[in-house]
């Protein structure tokens, strides 16, 4: 048992340097298939020694958490923000002691980390929908396990806004 018991999940590199920990429920637990995380993750998986973090049908796995309720508890020294265009607001993170991919954190005013689920240990909940995949490669078949959306769907962006309220409230 976690010697925080609010802790509902961590995240560590494949050394063991680097832990992020979220407490509370996950806002969700999508599978991103947007031109952005797909070129993201093939560069973090260029990275020496790095690991796959590409589902085979090119998309990436993440749980997302409120951004208050994530944070790194162990070897921040380690981390390294990668940008895909020096301009971009998104950073995706990964442990330099391994280059282990961990989350993804924004420059601008958006209120969620995404963790890569790779990373993640504890109860999480299991894959919940597929987003943006009308950027997956024309020859990849999805499996029908969970609800396809060719771009943002509306209840995704409802739980987004429904943990920003929850946020600004301090709930």
């Known amino acids: 048992m976690s010697a925080n018991p ?7 590199c494949r050394c063991g340097e680097v832990s992020f920990e979220a407490t509370g429920d996950p806002i969700g637990s999508v599978v991103c298939y947007c031109a952005s995380c797909q070129e993201g993750s093939r560069q973090l998986e260029a990275l020496a020694g790095a690991d796959r973090i590409r589902e085979a049908g090119g998309g990436t796995a993440y749980v997302l958490y409120r951004k208050d309720r994530v944070a790194c508890s162990k070897g921040a020294e380690y981390l390294k923000s990668h940008k895909l ?20 954190t924004f420059d601008d005013s958006k209120h969620w980390v995404p ?22 490669p024309s020859d990849v078949t999805l499996p029908n396990d969970v609800p396809q959306y060719t771009g943002y769907p ?7 806004l429904g943990a920003w309220v929850a946020m600004l409230l301090g709930r």
């Open 6 to 12: 609010k802790i509902k999940m961590t995240a560590t």
């Open 85 to 104: 265009r020096e301009t971009s607001a998104t950073n995706r993170v990964a442990a330099t002691c391994c280059n282990s991919a961990m989350v993804m």
């Open 115 to 136: 963790v890569y689920r790779l990373r993640c240990h504890g109860p999480i909940p299991p894959v919940e929908m597929r987003i943006c995949t009308k950027f997956k």
């Open 154 to 160: 509306g209840r995704f962006m409802a739980r987004l």
